[in-house]
């Protein structure tokens, strides 16, 4: 079983930068691909972004590619998030979550099989 926790987020105006965390507890998270999700107020929940579990593949979502980056250290259990460029759009609870042996592209698409962690809020200002 993997625990995940989310961290950094907080409010940016646009243009700004953020970067967000996600710790992972865990012995199996080195086998796991992670991603991130966001949902904002009134919206369905969205695919941020993912990467494989050695941190070889990534995988992200044409809305923020060029802009975010994905990356995991898996010696620390973490997958940062690192939000340029952003855009009051992006305003939203950014969500992490882990699954065992999934390939980064089909994180793209939630499972039963997936842990997530509680959220953390970004807030871009226009």
């Known amino acids: 079983q993997v625990q995940v926790a989310e961290s950094g987020g907080g409010l940016v105006q646009a243009g700004g930068s953020l970067r967000l965390s996600c710790a992972a507890y865990?012995?199996?998270?080195?086998?796991?691909?992670v991603g991130w999700f966001r949902q904002a107020p009134g919206k369905e929940r969205e695919f941020v972004a993912s990467?494989?579990?050695?941190?070889?593949?990534?995988y992200y979502a044409d809305s923020v590619k060029g802009r975010f980056t994905i990356s995991r250290d898996n010696t620390k259990n973490a997958v940062d998030l690192q939000m340029n460029s952003l855009k009051p759009e992006d305003t939203a609870v950014y969500y992490c979550?882990?699954?065992?042996?999934?390939?980064?592209?089909?994180?793209?698409?939630?499972?039963?099989?997936?842990?997530w962690g509680q959220g953390t809020q970004v807030t871009v200002s226009s």
């Open positions: 979550l882990a699954r065992v042996g999934a390939d980064a592209q089909a994180m793209s698409v939630p499972s039963t099989d997936d842990y």
């Open positions: 865990g012995r199996t998270f080195s086998s796991c691909a």
């Open positions: 990467v494989r579990w050695n941190g070889g593949y990534t």
